[in-house]
Every structure is written in C-alpha cells, then in structure tokens.
C-alpha cells in the first residue's frame, strides 16, 4: 500500500512567496491563494459520465495548493455530447458533478468549469469536420472546413444552453465558469473579422461581433446570481492577418471589462491556424512567453482581475507577475499536470522537490489521440497516490542493480531505493541523464533537464548509489549477486540501410547525437554545408539541426517521408517547421542517399525514392544520420543464463520516448 502525501506543516511567517500565496476574492468567494490550475482537457470522463479518476485528477491538484480549478469543457449545449465530455445540458449527471465539486471544496479550493464549443474549428491532423458552424461560411484555416453560418435563431438556442447549463452547475456546487473566447473557438470566430463577415447585429463594428459573448454572459450572469464566478478568456494576439492582433485584443478588453460583468479576464495566443502552437508554447519559447502582451492588456481591464498563462514553471515565476502587476492571478496547465503539489511545495519552501514541466507538449499530443492525460515527468497523472507522493518501504529488502542512467533507469533507482532496497545504479557516462542529455545541452532544449534533475534529487534523498563513468559487464553483476538487475542500457541508432556497410565499417561517419556531442565539446563555427539523413522524425533530430545551422554555412535533412515531424503532435509539427525555416534549413522530402554514394569531393548524391531521379548536394562537409534504434542488449542473455531476475524498461525494451521510460522504470521501481 503507497502512501499519498507526506505532511509538513507550513510556515506561514517564512514564506518565500507571499504574494503568490495571499488570498484573493472573486464574485464575493474567498481564494486561499493567487494558484488557478488552467483549463485541461484529461479525457479521463467515460461514456460522457464523471468518473472517480476524473474527480481524483482535480482533488489531488486542490489537495496540492491550487486555490481555483478549471476543469475541461464539458458538454453544455446541445449537440456537444461525446463519449469524454462530460454531459451536463443533455443529462442530469447532478450527482456526479456534484461529488466532483465536493471533492475539490473539500479542500478549501473552487471548481470551476470552461464554457467552449470548436464551431468550424479542428486542430487534429488530416480530415475536416463532418458537422461544422460558425459566424459565417468561412473556411477554417487549419482544416479548411467550411462551416454551417448559424442563424439568430440558432445563435439564441447556443446561448440559452449556455445558461441552463450554467445553473445546473452551479445547483451541483460548481464556483462558476470560464468563458473559453480565444484559441480560435466559437466565440473567437464571431469577435474576429477574419472569420466573421456577418451583416446582421452579430457582425461588422466590435460591439456586434461581441454581442454573443456578451449574450452569453448575462444569461448566465442572470440564472446564476453574482457569487457565481465567471471569467472571460480572450485571445490576446492569435497570428492570423486580419484578425485580431494586440491592438485589437486591447480594444476588446476595454470593451468588457467596461460592462463589469465578468469578475477575471486572461489572454491566450494562437487560433486553429499555423499559429495552433502559440497556444502552447513549447520548450522553445523563453518563460513567461508572453508577459508583455499581458501587461499590456491588463492595464486595459479598468480593474477587472486577470490571469496569466504561458510557461509559467516555478513559483518565483508566479512571484514576479504579482509583485510587477502583470496579473492577480497565476494560471498553470502543464506546470500542475507535472506537479499536482506545486503550490504545496512553494508554501513549504521546497522548490527541488518540485516535478517541473518540460514544456514538450507530449500531453497534448496524447488528449488529441483521444488518450488519457499523461505527462513526461509525471508517471502517476490522476492517481489516487500522487500528491507529494512518496512510496512506503516494501516488505523485504532487496539488492538491486540499474544498469543506464538514462531517465527510465534514474526513475526506477529512485523509486526502488525509496521502498528501501539496496540500489547501485551504473551509467557508462561521466554525468547522469544519458543520451537526452545530450539533446538538453542543446540551446532551447535545456527544460528536458527538468525530467533528470528531479530524479538526481529524489535519487539522493532515497540513498541511491551511483556509479559514473562505469561501464558494467555481466561478469562484475553477476559476482554482485543481486536479487534483480533493470536494463536501462537505451538504444543506438541503426545503420542507414540505403548505404553501403563498408562506408559504417570505415567509421567516418557518426550518428548525430554523437556530432552534436562532439560539436558541443568543441564549440566554434564550421565551413561547408552539414547534410542529415532523417529516418527518426522527432523533435529531438529538428532541435539538433537547428543547433547544426549555428555551426555550419548550411544545413539540409533529406527524409525518405513525405514530410518532416509527421509524427509529432500538430503543435510541435508547427513548432519544428517555424523554427527549420527561421533557420534557413532545406528539407528534401522523399529522398535518401543514392546506394553508390561514396562521399567524394564534397558532393552528397540523394534519389528520389519514389522515381529514382538523382540529384547532387556541393560542398558538403559533414554527412551524419538520425534513423529508428536498435536496443542495447548484450547483458540480458549472460544474465538470465545465470538465473538473476532482469527487468528491461525503456529504449532497451522497445525504442519510444521519454514518457513511456519514465513510466517504465517508475513501474519496475515500484513492483521491486
């Protein structure tokens, strides 16, 4: 049985971050804190029900210190119903929304819940929406649906459901609601005069494409009294030409906050369009991406109380908007997916224990596959043991041996020695991390340190031996006589297989993480242009040839895709393309090296793999490869023969990513 917190009072005379946890008052409602965990989608609801992980999810961040929850958008008018949405228009559901709201009251805190609907929106990739509405028949620009135009008719039906539901949440204990009109939703599709062309009273002059969330405001101001809490989240800059831009957002903010209906106001970046990502900034934005534009538009707000969101990963970060008034609120998604106790930790003065957000944007990856949420750096998403979690000692005691340092092996030593086994983890490497150490060094990848910096900690606390710079063989663990052994031992990347074997056994050329590597021990700027053969298709590959471009006159990934980053969530794909074409990388799609190539005079032959055309590449002085991996196995077989226990987790066990290791070697550290 795993414990579910450890408790440590906290000291409120020493906070290091008063202002961050002073309260606050909303809509006549007390705050124990300035934490608002941001709206999430979890896809943890099941055949659109409240279930107990859903609830859990929730409780565990209002038992780690968020004062204000924003669940996910539930379905609240008709036609929303989905198998994780939650109904609430269409079905009773009372009971269920109310053990939910109980759930978080019961720890001083408010749920809450957004009000959104996608309208002609659709941010998955390929396909368009089959029933689609909007402001006008406009196409969207990401999925080029064109939308059904809703008639007034239509438009009051829409706001009406908004209020029924409203009431209905507030009846089952719901604090309020946040009205989602950004992110290129419905509501941001009738405020922006790109997509809405409307010549009745919803479109035209400001007033008119605001009218329907203003409609919808009073509805539900009037169903649901003023201690209901309601929030506005507007888009602040979304990209897109002729639509709404800072300016704009700012002439929208004074337009609201002039009706003094709504009790917070926040700005959110991006629409369903090439700009989807800003949405979400990833690890390659800076921090607190877009405090500027807030600032800017919280002057504008005459008052009303707003929040801000965007990378926002430690407390003093949260600190500083209070102490600077950029906001009154702190609004966290991803930080509190990766760290339920986060507001806990910052009341206690424990920010090395904090679990940080690697801003890699995995967990939407996962909700837009219709998965549940998962996370990085946080293999215990929506469990019932995950505030603070800390694992109880196991029954007996055990001698254990983690053979990598990679971020599976460093999970599973820390955990397994936390239960109190004896742990010797051995790493080849001079440095703990493994190979996305190496990715982590590269500029704007270092948030990937977040995953193994906070392993190390936990790793120390628990008494883990580690063992640097220690190639182990199966000999030295054999003689060991440990009870289990976990192969943590990673991948290498294969050999290309439309190059010749001979040119591998020369051994000139290196795989890229073993150039960037070397590039990086070795810093300064190099001639010619740098060729990469792209088989892998991940962001860690685009990371390594934008660092390539700092180094090299050129740089060029030929791919035998169609496409680069074709398995990367949208978000990231957006992310990878805006940054290869900022840094004037070519992409040579459908493409590999000729079977002939032999590298001489400096000109890289490619073929087309489709029609075999054959083209050349001058001037090239470095050719190196990023291509699917192989695991590293050699111990496992020595080690069975001799009749040790082996646990194979990670890259070892099947090349994927590192939240598939992180939950793999907490697994095996738990079931040891």
């Given at each position: 049985?795993l414990?579910?917190?450890r408790h440590?009072?906290?000291d409120?005379?020493a906070?290091?971050?008063p202002?961050l946890l002073?309260?606050?008052e909303?809509?006549g409602?007390?705050l124990?804190?300035?934490?608002?965990h941001?709206?999430?989608?979890t896809?943890?609801?099941?055949?659109?029900e409240v279930?107990?992980q859903?609830i859990r999810?929730h409780?565990?961040?209002a038992?780690?210190?968020?004062?204000m929850l924003?669940?996910e958008?539930?379905?609240v008018?008709?036609g929303?119903?989905?198998?994780?949405?939650?109904?609430?228009?269409d079905q009773d559901?009372?009971?269920?929304?109310?053990?939910?709201?109980?759930?978080?009251?019961?720890h001083?805190?408010?749920?809450l819940?957004?009000?959104?609907?996608p309208?002609?929106?659709?941010?998955?990739?390929?396909?368009?929406?089959?029933?689609a509405?909007?402001p006008?028949a406009?196409?969207?620009?990401w999925?080029?649906t064109?939308?059904?135009a809703?008639s007034?008719?239509e438009?009051h039906?829409?706001?009406?459901?908004?209020a029924?539901?409203?009431?209905?949440?507030?009846?089952?204990?719901?604090s309020?609601?946040?009205?989602?009109a950004?992110h290129?939703h419905i509501?941001?599709q009738f405020?922006?005069?790109?997509?809405?062309?409307?010549?009745?009273a919803y479109?035209?002059a400001?007033?008119n494409?605001?009218?329907l969330?203003?409609e919808?405001i009073?509805?539900?101001r009037?169903?649901?009294g003023?201690d209901?809490?309601i929030?506005l989240?507007?888009?602040?800059?979304?990209?897109v030409a002729?639509?709404?831009d800072p300016?704009?957002?700012?002439?929208?903010t004074?337009?609201?906050?002039a009706?003094?209906q709504?009790d917070?106001?926040n700005?959110?970046?991006?629409?369903?369009h090439r700009?989807?990502?800003?949405?979400?900034?990833?690890?390659?934005?800076?921090?607190?991406?877009?405090?500027?534009l807030i600032?800017?538009?919280?002057?504008?707000s005459?008052?009303?109380p707003?929040?801000?969101v965007g990378?926002i990963?430690?407390?003093?970060?949260?600190?500083s908007?209070l102490r600077?008034?950029?906001?009154?609120l702190v609004m966290l998604g991803r930080?509190?997916v990766?760290?339920?106790?986060?507001g806990?930790k910052?009341a206690?003065n424990?920010?090395?224990?904090?679990?940080?957000?690697?801003?890699?944007?995995n967990c939407w990856?996962?909700?837009?596959?219709e998965?549940p949420?998962?996370?990085d750096?946080?293999p215990r998403?929506?469990?019932?043991e995950?505030v603070?979690w800390?694992p109880?000692?196991?029954p007996?005691k055990k001698?254990?041996?983690?053979?990598g340092?990679?971020?599976?092996g460093?999970?599973?030593a820390?955990v397994a020695?936390?239960?109190?086994?004896?742990?010797?983890?051995y790493?080849?490497?001079s440095e703990?991390g493994?190979k996305?150490?190496?990715n982590?060094?590269?500029?704007?990848?270092?948030?990937l340190?977040?995953i193994y910096d906070y392993?190390?900690v936990?790793g120390?606390k628990?008494g883990?031996n580690?063992q640097?710079?220690?190639?182990?063989g199966a000999?030295?663990l054999?003689?060991?006589k440990?009870?289990a052994?976990?192969?943590?031992?990673?991948?290498?990347?294969?050999?290309?297989?439309s190059?010749p074997?001979?040119?591998?056994?020369?051994g000139?050329?290196?795989?890229?993480?073993?150039i960037?590597a070397?590039?990086?021990?070795?810093?300064?700027?190099q001639?010619?242009?740098?060729?990469?053969?792209?088989?892998?298709g991940?962001?860690?590959?685009?990371?390594?040839?934008?660092?390539?471009?700092t180094v090299?006159?050129k740089?060029?990934?030929v791919?035998?895709?169609?496409?680069?980053?074709?398995?990367?969530?949208?978000?990231?794909q957006?992310?990878v393309y805006r940054r290869?074409?900022?840094a004037?990388i070519d992409?040579?799609?459908l493409?590999?090296?000729?079977?002939d190539e032999r590298f001489e005079d400096?000109i890289f032959?490619?073929?087309?793999?489709?029609?075999?055309d054959?083209?050349?590449?001058?001037?090239?002085?470095?050719?190196?490869?990023s291509?699917q991996?192989?695991?590293?196995l050699?111990l496992?077989?020595?080690l069975q023969?001799a009749?040790?226990?082996?646990?194979?987790i990670g890259?070892?066990?099947?090349?994927?990513n590192?939240m598939?290791a992180t939950?793999?070697?907490h697994t095996v550290?738990?079931?040891?």
């Amino acid at each position: 049985m795993l414990q579910t917190a450890r408790h440590i009072d906290i000291d409120t005379d020493a906070l290091e971050y008063p202002r961050l946890l002073s309260p606050f008052e909303l809509a006549g409602k007390r705050l124990k804190n300035r934490i608002v965990h941001a709206a999430m989608s979890t896809r943890f609801a099941k055949n659109g029900e409240v279930t107990d992980q859903l609830i859990r999810y929730h409780a565990n961040r209002a038992a780690g210190g968020a004062a204000m929850l924003i669940a996910e958008p539930l379905a609240v008018r008709r036609g929303q119903a989905s198998d994780t949405r939650v109904r609430v228009w269409d079905q009773d559901n009372l009971d269920g929304l109310k053990r939910w709201a109980d759930a978080v009251n019961a720890h001083d805190s408010h749920l809450l819940t957004q009000i959104q609907d996608p309208g002609r929106g659709l941010h998955k990739p390929g396909g368009r929406r089959r029933q689609a509405y909007g402001p006008s028949a406009l196409p969207d620009d990401w999925s080029w649906t064109v939308p059904h135009a809703l008639s007034v008719d239509e438009i009051h039906t829409m706001v009406d459901d908004y209020a029924v539901s409203a009431h209905k949440l507030k009846a089952a204990g719901f604090s309020g609601v946040e009205i989602s009109a950004g992110h290129g939703h419905i509501f941001h599709q009738f405020l922006s005069p790109h997509s809405n062309n409307r010549e009745d009273a919803y479109g035209g002059a400001l007033e008119n494409r605001a009218r329907l969330v203003q409609e919808t405001i009073e509805a539900m101001r009037a169903e649901c009294g003023a201690d209901f809490i309601i929030g506005l989240r507007l888009p602040g800059d979304d990209y897109v030409a002729g639509s709404i831009d800072p300016d704009e957002a700012e002439r929208l903010t004074r337009y609201f906050a002039a009706k003094r209906q709504v009790d917070f106001l926040n700005w959110v970046q991006g629409s369903h369009h090439r700009s989807l990502e800003m949405h979400l900034p990833d690890m390659h934005f800076s921090r607190g991406t877009f405090f500027d534009l807030i600032k800017r538009l919280h002057d504008a707000s005459d008052g009303i109380p707003t929040g801000a969101v965007g990378r926002i990963l430690e407390p003093i970060q949260g600190e500083s908007l209070l102490r600077d008034g950029i906001s009154e609120l702190v609004m966290l998604g991803r930080t509190l997916v990766t760290d339920p106790a986060w507001g806990l930790k910052a009341a206690q003065n424990r920010d090395n224990d904090i679990r940080k957000c690697v801003s890699c944007n995995n967990c939407w990856g996962v909700i837009n596959q219709e998965l549940p949420l998962q996370c990085d750096n946080n293999p215990r998403v929506g469990f019932k043991e995950e505030v603070d979690w800390w694992p109880q000692p196991a029954p007996t005691k055990k001698k254990v041996a983690v053979v990598g340092g990679g971020v599976a092996g460093l999970e599973a030593a820390w955990v397994a020695a936390a239960r109190g086994h004896d742990v010797t983890l051995y790493s080849a490497g001079s440095e703990l991390g493994g190979k996305i150490r190496i990715n982590a060094l590269i500029p704007t990848c270092d948030p990937l340190s977040s995953i193994y910096d906070y392993q190390q900690v936990a790793g120390k606390k628990a008494g883990v031996n580690y063992q640097l710079g220690w190639r182990v063989g199966a000999d030295e663990l054999i003689a060991a006589k440990p009870d289990a052994v976990v192969l943590a031992t990673g991948s290498t990347m294969a050999w290309p297989t439309s190059l010749p074997q001979s040119l591998k056994d020369e051994g000139f050329i290196l795989d890229l993480r073993a150039i960037v590597a070397e590039l990086l021990d070795h810093p300064g700027k190099q001639p010619g242009t740098a060729v990469i053969f792209d088989e892998d298709g991940l962001d860690g590959t685009y990371s390594a040839a934008e660092f390539l471009a700092t180094v090299f006159d050129k740089v060029v990934l030929v791919t035998s895709r169609e496409m680069v980053a074709r398995d990367e969530p949208v978000v990231r794909q957006q992310s990878v393309y805006r940054r290869l074409y900022d840094a004037h990388i070519d992409i040579l799609p459908l493409c590999e090296p000729s079977p002939d190539e032999r590298f001489e005079d400096g000109i890289f032959v490619y073929r087309n793999v489709i029609n075999g055309d054959s083209g050349e590449i001058a001037d090239v002085s470095l050719f190196t490869y990023s291509t699917q991996r192989v695991p590293d196995l050699d111990l496992q077989a020595p080690l069975q023969a001799a009749g040790i226990a082996v646990h194979v987790i990670g890259d070892a066990y099947m090349p994927r990513n590192q939240m598939v290791a992180t939950q793999e070697g907490h697994t095996v550290g738990n079931s040891l």
